[in-house]
């Protein structure tokens, strides 16, 4: 880590400084995840499992998924299952996973790569590590993230975007951090990553003992997630680490400050940032599927056992 980077960041774009007198957003909590295994049995950190849903919206929850080293024989994935109703959004750091659905998306995402996937009206999808790391192990480590739709667009044709992580915008903070924008905008550098719900994810890389001060959306929500390292959050420096999830409250501007000594797994301290503009729907979750009313999940689930989200296809089996 980190899988996208550049060796002098002082030829990247610098983003500018907050403007002078621009609130800086207070945290509110710091949340550790607690660690659970997801699919055929990949441990997984539930980075947002103790926040409340309010500070979320509109993020519905996130995954870490590894880091884990495997052996051979080991990497695992997920089987064939629906969705409706949001989006997911796959970063792979380090390793690699193919995903297919059953809307004709799919590719292979490793080392900074992003899949996009909308699910919308409906599809089943598959994640799994590739025949090649099965056989030799290696490492794993991403992120999997769910976004919800507003009710208007819940029920869009599904779509599949493939981010290549050449693609990603690469910055340079005025402290000296990397920041990498997967998608959404930051001081007018804009993202590869196309949303129907108005966010904005960013990778962080902030070097040992430097601060990162980035610019922030006002009417958007703000979250902070240590991927690896340790540091602080807000002017009040409020520790966490890897494994801990930080809420931030109202303002213009938010700061990230590194320890000055890292553990030996991460020489930085790598922060993914999130924030979008609240939806302020009911929001009904069961599952797979994220909608707006038990009625609609019980809609869905009909449609699926009835087979009109999709089937796997042929070839697959």
Known sequence: MPAVTVENPLILPRIAAPAEGAAARPVLTVATAPEGFEGEGFPVRRAFAKINQKFLDPFIMMDQMGEVDYAAGEPKGTPWHPHRGFETVTYIIDGTFIHRDSHGGGGTITDGDTQWMTAGSGLLHIETPPESLVTSGGIFHGLQLWVNLPASDKMITPKYQDIRGGSVKLLASADGGLVRIIAGDLDGHRGPGATHTPITMIHVSVNPGAQVTLPWRPD???????????????????????????????????????????????????????????????????????????????QAMEDFQAGRLGTVPADAN
């Open 220 to 298: 958007f929500n703000a979250l902070a997630y240590g991927l690896a390292g340790s540091g602080s959050a807000g002017e009040e420096r409020r520790p966490f680490r890897m494994g801990q999830a930080v809420v931030f409250g109202d303002g213009d501007s938010l700061t990230i400050r590194a320890d000055e000594k890292q553990d030996s797994r991460s020489a930085n301290f790598e922060v993914v940032l999130l924030g979008g503009l609240p939806i302020r729907e009911p929001l009904a979750w069961y599952g797979p599927f994220v909608m707006n009313s038990h009625r609609e999940l019980q």
